[in-house]
C-alpha cells in the first residue's frame, strides 16, 4: 500500500496488516494489573485492509477491534477486523472498490453482478463497541450494527430482532441508563431529515420510539441523557449524498443558523424543549445532569464542522474544549462557559453517574502543538467540583486513545475506578495504560505492553463480565 497521499494514514494513524493473538507471556506487563476486574476493555477504529481511494479522517476505514480480557489479575489480547460485507467484497476482488463518505464512487457493475454489496456507502463498522444485553456489537452511525462473538469474530448485522428496519441507521453513541440499565439510542435514515430516539431495554429488547421531526438532515454524531431527558445538539452541519456521489465536497456548514440544543422528554410524552445559540459543533458529550430546574450538560465544543473534503486541510486542528452549557427551561437562556484551556476529545465518565451530577470527567487530550495529524499525548481529568483539570502525559510524541472509566468493584466512589486507554509513544510502543482515576500525579499502575502496533482509533468501552 501507497498511503503518502493520506495525511491521516501516516504515523500511528496508519494501519496494521495483521490479526494477532496473544497469550499473557507474549505480552510485558509493568506494574500491577487490578486482580479484581472481570471482563475486557475493547476498542474499534479505522484500519483500512486496501489502499484506499479517498479517506476523510475520522469517518472512513474498516472497522478493527482490540481487546484485552482481564480475568483474575491475568490478561491477554487479539485484534479482529469486523467482516463487513464491503470489506468481504473487497477481499474477494482483492482491490479497494468503495469511496469515502467525502466522495462516494459508483460500485463496478461487475461487483454488483458477482453478488457484491452494492451500496456505495461502505458500513465500517469503525466506531464503537459496546456489550448491552449480553450483546457485543461494533457500531457504525450510517447502518446496522454488526453482532460480535466474544472472540471478535464476526456474526453479521445485527436488526435487534427486527426493529431496525432496511435504511435505519443506528447511532454508535447509544448511552445506558444506570437505573433501568435501558440502552437509550437513536436511528437516522439516509433518506429522512428526521431522528428517532430508540430504547432497549436491559435485555436488548426494543421497548420505545420517540420521533423527533427535522426540516433538514443535520449531523447528530452523540446523545446525551439527564433523568428526565434526552439532549441533542442540531448544529448547522449537513452532509449532501448527491454532492457526495458527484465527487463535490459534501460537508455543509451555514454558521448563520446557529445550534439548536432540544431536550426530548424521555417519558415519551410532552413538548421537545428547544433552545438556540451561537453556531458551534461536538463530537463528544462527557455527561449531562438536572439541578435546581435546570439541565447541565459537559460536552467538547468545536467551532466550526471538523471535517472537509480536501484532506490534511488543517480543519482537524480546531480547538475542541471542554464546556459546560447550562439550559433553563423557565426562560429558555442558554449559557455556555469554557471549563477548561486544554485541547481535548473522546469525553467519558464512571457510567454509574450517567445522566447524574459527578465529579470527574475525564477525556484524551494535548499539550503541545497540532502538528500535522498527531493526536493526542495525554489522559487528562477534569474535576467538575475545584475546577482542575488535571493531565497526564505520556510522552510528547505519544498518542493516547479514549480513556474508559472502569470501575473499581469494590467501591461506588468514582476516584477508585482505573482509567483504560491504548497508548502509542514512539521508542516504548504500544500499551494499554490503567491509571487510578484518583491519581494521575502517580502515573500508570499498570502498562500491558502490546508486541507490535495498536493504531489509533474512536471509541472503546469496558465488557463487564464477559470473557473468552
Ligand atoms: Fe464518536
Known amino acids: 500500500m501507497d498511503l503518502s497521499a493520506f495525511p491521516y494514514l501516516q504515523g500511528n494513524y496508519a494501519p496494521i496488516d495483521e490479526e494477532r493473538d496473544y497469550s499473557e507471556e507474549q505480552l510485558r506487563i509493568e506494574g500491577q494489573v487490578p486482580a479484581n476486574l472481570v471482563g475486557a476493555f475493547m476498542r ?8 484506499p481511494n479517498h479517506y476523510v479522517y475520522p469517518l472512513d476505514g474498516d472497522g478493527m477491534v482490540h481487546a484485552v480480557y482481564f480475568r483474575d489479575g491475568h490478561v491477554e489480547y487479539k485484534n479482529r477486523w469486523v467482516q463487513t460485507s464491503h470489506l468481504m467484497t473487497e477481499r474477494k476482488f482483492g482491490r479497494t472498490l468503495y469511496g469515502s463518505v467525502g466522495k462516494l464512487m459508483e460500485v463496478p457493475q461487475e461487483v454488483i453482478d458477482a453478488g457484491g454489496e452494492p451500496n456505495p456507502v461502505r458500513n465500517t463498522a469503525n466506531t464503537n463497541v459496546l456489550y448491552h444485553g449480553g450483546k457485543l456489537l461494533a457500531m457504525w452511525e450510517g447502518g446496522f450494527p454488526h453482532l460480535l462473538n466474544n472472540d471478535l469474530s464476526t456474526v453479521g448485522l445485527y436488526d435487534y430482532g427486527g426493529a431496525l428496519q432496511p435504511g435505519d441507521a443506528l447511532t454508535a453513541h447509544p448511552k445506558i441508563c ?40 443535520g449531523i447528530i454524531h452523540d446523545l446525551q441523557i439527564t433523568e428526565n431527558y434526552i439532549v441533542i445538539f442540531y448544529a448547522p452541519s449537513f452532509h449532501s449524498l448527491e454532492k457526495a456521489m458527484k465527487g463535490e465536497d459534501p460537508f455543509i456548514w451555514e454558521p448563520e443558523k446557529g445550534t439548536r440544543i432540544i431536550a426530548i422528554p424521555r417519558s415519551g410524552s410532552g413538548e421537545n424543549m428547544v433552545f438556540e445559540t451561537d453556531a ?25 464542522i471538523p471535517f472537509t473534503q480536501a484532506q490534511g486541510t488543517g480543519v482537524e486542528k480546531q480547538p475542541r474544549r471542554m464546556y459546560r452549557m447550562t439550559l433553563d427551561p423557565a426562560t429558555k437562556q442558554v449559557t455556555n462557559e469554557q471549563f477548561s484551556d486544554v485541547f481535548c476529545e473522546f469525553s467519558r465518565v464512571d457510567e454509574r453517574r450517567m445522566g ?39 510522552g510528547p510524541e505519544a498518542n493516547a486513545g479514549e480513556p474508559v472509566h472502569v470501575p473499581n468493584p469494590d467501591s461506588e466512589r468514582e476516584e477508585d475506578g482505573y482509567i483504560m486507554c491504548y497508548v502509542f509513544n514512539p521508542g516504548e510502543g504500544a500499551f494499554l495504560s490503567i491509571l487510578s482515576a484518583g491519581d494521575f500525579d502517580n502515573g500508570p499502575v499498570a502498562k500491558i505492553h502490546i508486541p507490535g502496533r495498536v493504531p489509533n482509533g474512536f471509541h472503546a468501552n469496558w465488557m463487564q463480565g464477559l470473557c473468552l
Open 178 to 217: 444506570p437505573d433501568t440499565g435501558d440502552l437509550v439510542s437513536c436511528t437516522q435514515r439516509w433518506d429522512s431529515p428526521n431522528y428517532w430516539v430508540q430504547v432497549f431495554d436491559a435485555k436488548g429488547v426494543h421497548k420505545q420510539t420517540i420521533p423527533v421531526e427535522f426540516p433538514r438532515k
Open 356 to 394: 447524574k451530577d459527578y465529579r470527574y470527567g475525564f477525556a484524551t487530550c494535548s499539550n503541545r502543538d497540532w502538528g500535522d495529524a498527531h493526536g493526542y499525548n495525554c489522559t487528562g481529568r477534569f474535576d467538575f467540583e475545584t475546577g482542575e483539570t488535571k493531565l497526564w502525559e505520556y
Open 44 to 51: 474499534d477504529g479505522p484500519n483500512v485492509a486496501f489502499q
Open 280 to 304: 458551534f459543533f461536538s463530537w463528544h458529550y462527557c455527561n449531562g445532569f438536572e439541578q435546581g430546574g435546570k439541565i447541565h450538560i459537559d460536552y467538547v465544543w468545536i467551532n466550526s
